[in-house]
């Protein structure tokens, strides 16, 4: 089975500042990676995914995560963040070859806090 | 776009009760998937459907039960409610005959037992 492991629970910043969660993960075989968002109250919104090809990639409102498959991770990015950025971050998982289900294992969230 | 429509978006049910939650895939997405984010928690997987058939399952207690019909909507059911069943529920789909392996959310159906 597949785990997915995010090293920060709260991280606090300042507008502006430089942002890289961390995430890690196991499962033996071939893997989709994804990072979604969740603002306060809201549902799970896709930033970003990999399949493959190119390991780095952009998504969304300027984040982008690198996929280095020999330390199983997949880190996301940001090089400037904004109070509107304030949100909980979720990495997550799915098997590559998944049949009819891709259904997702997720991390336990980083909490980001952008202090204006 | 259409997304995914899940309802109602708020519930509150006493402990005991039964519940039901409905969800409406994004059109031509064949397979429905539910999680249960306790507060503060990550999504956890309950089970998935593929074209009307359980496709999986995960941490789904005995006392609820969900279904695809075959519009491709579906619904959970929730029985003997607990105070721990509070929580928020997301519905998202899929389309594998598309090859898509996204999974696309709803905006949840918050659920709290009293």
């Known amino acids: 089975a597949q785990s997915v492991s995010q090293h920060n629970h709260h991280v606090i910043l300042s507008e502006a500042a430089s942002l890289e969660l961390g995430c890690n993960y196991s499962?033996?075989?071939?893997?989709?990676l994804f990072w979604y968002v969740q603002y306060p109250g809201q549902h799970l919104q896709l930033l970003l995914k990999?399949?493959?090809?190119?390991?780095l990639v952009k998504g969304i409102k300027g984040f982008e995560a690198e996929f280095i498959k020999s330390k199983f991770s997949f880190n996301l990015r940001k090089p400037s963040v904004q109070w509107s950025d304030t949100a909980e971050y979720f990495c997550?998982?799915?098997?590559?070859?998944?049949?009819?289900?891709?259904?997702?294992?997720f991390g336990k969230g980083t909490l980001l806090t952008v202090n204006p | 776009a259409a997304g995914v429509i899940q309802s109602p978006r708020h519930l509150i049910k006493e402990k005991r009760e039964t519940a039901t939650l409905k969800c409406y895939p994004i059109?031509?997405?064949?397979?429905v998937y539910w999680y249960q984010q306790g507060p503060g928690q990550d999504p956890q997987f309950l089970i998935s459907f593929y074209e009307k058939m359980q496709s999986d399952k995960g941490s789904i207690p005995d006392r609820f039960s969900a279904q695809q019909f075959s519009d491709y909507h579906s619904e959970l059911n929730m029985s003997s409610l607990e105070l721990g069943d509070s929580a928020l529920y997301f519905c998202a789909s899929s389309s594998y005959r598309a090859g898509a392996n996204v999974l696309t959310f709803g905006a949840g159906s918050r659920l709290t037992v009293l």
């Open positions: 990999y399949f493959s090809g190119d390991p």
């Open positions: 059109p031509r997405h064949d397979t």
């Open positions: 997550a998982v799915n098997r590559g070859s998944g049949g009819s289900n891709y259904k997702l294992t």
């Open positions: 499962y033996g075989g071939t893997v989709n």
